[in-house]
């Protein structure tokens, strides 16, 4: 955490983000990106503390991301819907690009997951990837990026999945500032996120870089995850 320092006053409102999602991939060019979640403030004290960090995300006043790609674009909520806005650099200014946006719902989605992992996977999550190649209704795309990802999923409708495994048991996207804020968008665009149990915004977390797996997208096709998650071991 980092405090405020002592010579600027005090807000009520705490700030959550990830600086830069997906810097692994800074070195071959790919899209990375920024989230960020804002909750209010509930301690008493003067400062800020854990407490107020350690919300569910069904409390976020607003999250939103930016994505650094062929351009830059800032997509965030406040509750009221989603709203896209691509930077001009001509002026130095976000102009409105994408208003209300929302996940659409046609048969060119796509499911997104790192299959190379597939043989660490529960039973569940290799039965439901199997289904998306029968089903052959979505086509496979993975950036390996989560911010572009799920840009591409909100944008074009589909699913994105990191699914926990036997290395990573809880999974491994953090819930604070990873899946929380991406899920409050999904959610006002008309998609979903869960965690393959229930909905992400609802957990509550016990520490600050709590981890956990993630499924989010359009609607149906989360709620088909849950039903595949939940009828296995």
């Known amino acids: 955490m980092v405090p405020i320092p002592e010579r600027f006053p005090r807000g009520n409102y705490v700030l959550l983000y990830d600086p830069l999602d997906g810097s692994s991939n800074i070195d071959v060019n790919v899209s990375i990106g920024t989230i960020f979640s804002v909750h209010r403030k509930i301690s008493k004290g003067r400062d800020g503390c854990l407490e107020d960090c350690l919300q569910p995300g069904s409390r976020q006043?607003?999250?939103?991301?930016?994505?650094?790609?062929?351009?830059?674009?800032?997509?965030?909520?406040?509750?009221?819907?989603?709203?896209?806005?691509?930077?001009?650099?001509?002026?130095?200014?976000?102009?409105?690009?994408?208003?209300?946006?929302?996940?659409?719902?046609?048969?060119?989605?796509?499911?997104?997951?790192?299959?190379?992992?597939?043989?660490?996977?529960?039973?569940?999550?290799?039965?439901?990837?199997?289904?998306?190649?029968?089903?052959?209704?979505?086509?496979?795309?993975?950036?390996?990026?989560?911010?572009?990802?799920?840009?591409?999923?909100?944008?074009?409708?589909?699913?994105?999945?990191?699914?926990?495994?036997?290395?990573?048991?809880?999974?491994k996207l953090r819930l604070l500032y990873e899946a929380a804020?991406?899920?409050?968008?999904?959610?006002?665009?008309?998609?979903?996120?869960?965690?393959?149990?229930?909905?992400?915004l609802d957990l509550m977390p016990t520490e600050l870089h709590q981890r956990t797996p993630l499924y989010i997208g359009s609607r149906d096709l989360v709620d088909k995850a849950g039903e595949f998650l939940s009828d296995s071991s």
């Open 61 to 171: 006043v607003a999250a939103g991301y930016v994505v650094y790609g062929s351009s830059t674009m800032l997509v965030y909520t406040s509750g009221a819907g989603v709203h896209g806005f691509t930077l001009d650099p001509g002026i130095g200014e976000f102009l409105l690009s994408h208003p209300n946006i929302q996940i659409p719902q046609n048969p060119s989605r796509t499911y997104s997951v790192n299959e190379s992992y597939y043989e660490r996977w529960q039973l569940g999550q290799q039965r439901l990837t199997n289904q998306f190649k029968v089903d052959g209704e979505l086509s496979a795309r993975y950036i390996g990026s989560l911010v572009a990802d799920v840009h591409r999923t909100i944008l074009k409708g589909g699913i994105f999945m990191y699914p926990a495994d036997t290395r990573n048991s809880q999974g």
């Open 181 to 200: 804020p991406l899920a409050m968008i999904c959610g006002e665009a008309g998609g979903a996120a869960i965690d393959g149990r229930g909905d992400i």
